[in-house]
């Protein structure tokens, strides 16, 4: 499945800026994910980002973010 246009990376981006993108924002996931402890995983809900009338669970929204890595990951291999 391709990436919407608005987030498809442009010629202009450089591959050391891209894991360097990724690492920090993969880092900022993992503390979100700590902070998260504790919280009803099931009955807090947030908007999507592309889609902000759709709102997800947070369970489900780390669920997709995992699996979002995953398919970058698997891209760039």
Same mark, same amino acid.
């Given at each position: +499945?391709?990436?919407?246009?608005?987030?498809?990376?442009?010629?202009?981006?450089?591959?050391?800026?891209?894991?360097?993108?990724?690492?920090?924002?993969?880092?900022?996931?993992?503390?979100?994910?700590?902070?998260?402890?504790?919280?009803?995983?099931?009955?807090?809900?947030?908007?999507?980002?592309?889609?902000?009338?759709?709102?997800?669970?947070?369970?489900?929204?780390?669920?997709?973010?995992? +699996?979002?890595?995953?398919?970058?990951?698997?891209?760039?291999?």
């Amino acid at each position: +499945m391709k990436a919407p246009r608005d987030f498809r990376p442009t010629m202009e981006t450089y591959p050391a800026e891209v894991v360097d993108y990724y690492l920090r924002s993969h880092r900022a996931l993992a503390a979100l994910s700590r902070d998260a402890d504790g919280l009803p995983l099931g009955k807090v809900r947030f908007p999507t980002p592309e889609v902000r009338f759709i709102r997800i669970h947070l369970a489900d929204g780390f669920a997709l973010l995992a +699996m979002h890595a995953e398919r970058h990951l698997n891209q760039a291999y």
